[in-house]
């Protein structure tokens, strides 16, 4: 049976979440979903930015999969709980991911900001999964205010880097007794299977699926790092130790002494 | 008559139900989210709401994003 993943009040089998945008075609999603084995799935708020309003996203995503509108365009806590109010008024359910930036050439998150906007949606209700720049005060905060799961990033948002915060992420992993998701930066599967050997509860991927030259190939790869990551974390890596220690038995060699 | 209509001043030659100022842009009723005076507008209450001077209107869709 498979292991369950209880975050923001639901039940979980898979530990990947798929960012939906940069697909050359929303035609895509589904596949790429049932590729990654992922639940959940995020997406933004925009407005319609011609005479024509274009495809809405959740015509492509499958019933049954878990919505996370994220707050993206958000410069502060008063636009981020704008928007949330809005994604769960129009049906998208009770999660959200909060995303405050301004800073737009790392497009690194406001962690204050952020706390302000995680205490006001959580006091309303919402399931909130702040994307915060990995700091344990700042995680404990948002612990405090009432955030579902605490989302560091690996790098910054589409960069494709990998782990580089590292060090950070593993204190948060260990410190922080919510579940902590990694979002933003992963590149490749590889790095996604690290940050769960390290005890990760998840992780979020979206530029490293998108971008990839077949990107449903690449959610299934994803699906099985992620998988692989975890199972790894549970049986428990053995110790490391600066020179060698023998595989095979140091007696009975068949040679002369 | 002159509304905000996502973040721009447009004039309204004359009162229109937001109904009405969906169908004259050609959006599709099924993909947009109407925001009214910041507050949320759902479908049902579109007919009955007639649009005044300086009132705010977004009207908004969900769109890829991470």
Known sequence: MKEVFSVGGKELTSRLLIGSGKYSTNKLIPSILEAAGSQVITMAMRRVDTEFAEENILNYVPSGCVLMPNTSGARNAQEA?????????????????????????????????????????????????????????????????????????????????????????????????????????????????????????????????????????????FGLAVEAGRLSYLAGPGATHQVARASSPLTGFLREE | MNIVYNGKVITLPKEITIDQFIQDKGFNPNTIIIEHNFSLITKNDWSKLILQENDQLEVLRFVGGG
């Open chain 1, 81 to 221: 709980i704008r928007i949330a109010r809005l994604a769960r008024a129009a049906g998208c359910g009770d999660w959200v991911k909060i995303e405050v930036i301004s800073d737009n050439r790392y497009l690194l998150p406001d962690n204050y900001e952020t706390i302000r906007a995680t205490e006001v949606l959580a006091g309303e209700g919402f399931q909130v999964f702040p994307y915060m720049s990995p700091d344990l005060m700042v995680a404990k905060e948002l612990e405090r205010v009432g955030a579902a799961a605490v989302m560091p990033l690996g790098a910054p948002i589409g960069s494709n880097r990998g782990l580089q915060t590292r060090e950070l992420v593993r204190i948060l992993i260990e410190e922080i007794s919510l579940p902590i998701i990694v979002d933003a930066g992963i590149g490749r599967p590889s790095e996604a299977a690290e940050a769960m050997e390290m005890g990760a509860a998840a992780v979020l991927v979206n530029t490293a699926v998108a971008t990839a030259k077949d990107p449903v190939a690449m959610a299934r790869a």
